[in-house]
C-alpha cells in the first residue's frame, strides 16, 4: 500500500517538472497536503486520496485545491470520478506554478514502467471554444482529438471555458471518455473560481492526462466486507447501497437524485424569484411548488429520467448512478434551482437551455445562477435596463400570479441566455471580472444600494464572495472559512446561532475525513464513520489522520475573514426563516421567539448579533488548544 504522498510539481513557466515524496503521517491527503503547497508556493494543486482506484465506492474523486479567485481565501473544490483516471499516472498530487506565456494544454502520460511524459502545448484558445460544441466542450473534444492516440487506455480532459478568461468563477468541466468519445456525463469542479486560477494565473486551459500505471492499490472485498460486517452487520456493497438511496431512487418519494428527492420535499421552503419567494404566504409558496414542480418541472424530470432510467456514474463503478441524464442533459438540484426556479423558470426544456449555455461557457452554475437571478430581477423592478446590461429590450415575468410555466419561463430563459452572452462580451456596463459581488457595490454605487441588497451571497475579505447552497436555512449564510460547499450544517430545524456555528464546524472536520482520502461525499453515511477505520486497519494511522483533520480545520479556520451581510435580503433570509418556523411549523422554541422578537423591532442590529453568535461558535470549535 502507499505509504508516501508522490508530488508531480509543474513550473507552466518553464515546463521543468520534478516529483517529491511526502511521507503518509506528515500529510494524508490532497486536502492538508493541498493546503502545504498552496501556503508555501500559491499553487493550484489537483490530486486524489490515498485509496484512490481501489473497491471502496466514491473512493475516486479528485480533490482540487489552492487560494481562490472567486472566494479569495484557500478553497478546496472537487469532481466525481476523475481521481480513478488519475491514479493510473502513479503519483497522488500534481501541484502547477508558474504562468504559460500563451493558452495551453498540459498533456501527462505514464506508460507502465515509464516515467510521466509531461509536454505543455501552445493553442488557439478562443478559436477553439468558438468551434464544434462550443466552449468547455470543443476544448475537451479538441484535447481528445490532439492528444488521444498516444494513450493505451481512455484519457481524461479537464478544461475551462470563456468564464475562466472573462470571470473571476470560472469552473473545471470533464467527462468520462468511452470509445473513444466524449460522453455527455460532464462532471465539475465547479465551486471556488478553479477554472479562472487555472487559466489566468496558469495559463492552462486544459489538462489530458491518463496511462497504465499499476499501483497496489487495496481491492481485497473480503477483508473489507469483514470491517463493515464488524461494524454494521452487512457487507460493504449492502451498506453503500443503503446509504446512497436518495441519490439511486428512493421508493418513499417516487423519484431520485437531487433534483428528484429535493424537489419532491421542499414544499414551501422552496426559493424562487430570486428569493422573492421569502417574502410570500406560506399559500403562495405551497401554490408554486404544487403548480410548476410537483405537476410540471418535477413531473418531467420523473416521466423522461426516472421512469426511463437515464442514469449514469461519474467515471467510476458506483451503485449510486447519481448522474440524473435527459439525453444529453445532467440534471442535478443545484444548477437547476438556481438557473431554474430562482431566475423564474420551471421547465425542463427552459433550464436545460439555459444550464447547457452557461456549462458551455464553463461557470460555476450556482454563482452564475444566483447573479442571473439577482439581475433579472433588476431588470423587473427598474434597478438596471436592458441597454445597460447590453442585451435586448426584454423583461423577465416575475410575478407568478401571471405565470405561464412553459412559455413564461422560456422567456425567462433566453434572457438569462442574452445575460450570459454579454458577460462574455462585457457588453454595457457588465464586467464581472472581478467578481459579482464587486460589481454589485460598483454598479449601486452609482445607481442607490438597492440594488446591492437584492443580491443573495456571501462575503469574504476584500472582494471575495459565493452564491450559497440552495436551502432556506440560515446555516448557508454561515460566516465560515470556506462556504459555498456543504462544510456548514444546513439541517432546515432552528438551532440557536451560537450552537449553530459549532455545528458548522463540526460539518468541517466531518467533511474533511471524506475529502481528504477523496471519498464522494454521496457515500458519507459510512464514510465518515470507515474512513479513519481503514486508515487504522491498512496503516496503523487512525489517531494521526484524525489529529491531522482537527489540526486542517484548525488551520483553515485561522485564515476566517468572513464578512458580516452586505446585503439586506441576506438578512430577511434569516429573518423570514425564523418567522417560517414559528408561524407555519409551529415552532415556540423560546430561544426561536427570543431572536424573532428581535429581528421585528431592529433588524439589521439583530442580525449582526446573529451572525456574530454563529461566528463565536466557530471560533471557539475551530481552535487548536
Sequence with gaps: MKTDQKVLFIDAATSYYRVNRYP?????????????????????????????????????????????????????????????????????TLSIVGKAPTPSILYLNRQEGGEIQVQIHSIDLDKIWSSGRGGVYSLMDFALEKFGDNYSNNPRVLATGPASKQTDFGSICSAPIRKGKVTFVDTWA??????????????????????????????????????????????????????????????????GGTFGVNYATLAGSMLSFNYKSIYMSEEERLDIHDKFIINHYLKQFNEETIAKKQEKNCGEPCSAVCKKMNNQYKKDYEPYQTMG?????????????????????????????GTLSWLMECLTDGSLTPEELGIKNAIPQFNHKEFDVVNSSMHNANIAIDILDSIIEKRGILDLSEGSRKFAHDISRQKGK????????????????????????????????????????????????????????????????????????????????????????????????????TKTANWIGGRNSSIFWESERNMDFIYRFLKRKHSVEGNNDKELIRWLSLFEKDKKETAMNFWYEIHKGIQETLREF
Design 450 to 549: 438597492r440594488i446591492l441588497d437584492s443580491f443573495v451571497y456571501t462575503a469574504y475579505a476584500r472582494k471575495g464572495w459565493m452564491v450559497p447552497n440552495q436551502y432556506w436555512t440560515p446555516g448557508t449564510l454561515s460566516p465560515m472559512p470556506i462556504m459555498g460547499k456543504y462544510y456548514m450544517y444546513y439541517g432546515s430545524d432552528f438551532i440557536p446561532p451560537r450552537e449553530l456555528g459549532r455545528k458548522n464546524a463540526q460539518r468541517l472536520s466531518a467533511e474533511l475525513i471524506l475529502d481528504n482520502i477523496g471519498i464522494c461525499r454521496f457515500h458519507r453515511k459510512w464514510a465518515e464513520e470507515m474512513m479513519p477505520e481503514v486508515m487504522d486497519s491498512l496503516y496503523g494511522l487512525k489517531k494521526q489522520y484524525l489529529d491531522s483533520i
Design 24 to 92: 503518509l503521517g506528515e500529510f494524508f491527503g490532497p486536502v492538508d497536503l493541498g493546503l502545504h503547497l498552496a501556503g508555501k508556493f500559491k499553487s493550484l494543486n489537483i490530486g486524489t486520496g490515498v485509496l484512490a482506484g481501489s473497491i471502496f465506492p466514491g473512493s475516486n474523486r479528485l480533490i482540487f485545491t489552492g487560494f481562490s479567485p472567486a472566494w479569495g481565501g484557500f478553497y478546496i473544490s472537487s469532481m466525481g470520478g476523475a481521481g480513478l483516471v488519475f491514479d493510473n499516472l502513479g503519483i497522488n
Design 190 to 255: 465547479g465551486r471556488g473560481g478553479f477554472g479562472t486560477k487555472m487559466l489566468q494565473e496558469h495559463g492552462i486551459a486544459a489538462i489530458i492526462y491518463g496511462g497504465t500505471f499499476v499501483d497496489d492499490d487495496f481491492r481485497d472485498r473480503k477483508v473489507a466486507d469483514k470491517w463493515f460486517y464488524d461494524k454494521y452487520n452487512m457487507k460493504l456493497s449492502t451498506k453503500d447501497m443503503e446509504a446512497t438511496t436518495k441519490y439511486r431512487f428512493d421508493k418513499n418519494f417516487e423519484t
Design 341 to 369: 426556479p430562482l431566475s423564474g423558470i420551471f421547465d425542463q426544456r427552459a433550464a436545460e437551455k439555459l444550464n447547457h449555455h452557461a456549462d458551455m461557457y464553463g461557470f460555476d452554475a450556482i454563482s452564475i445562477g
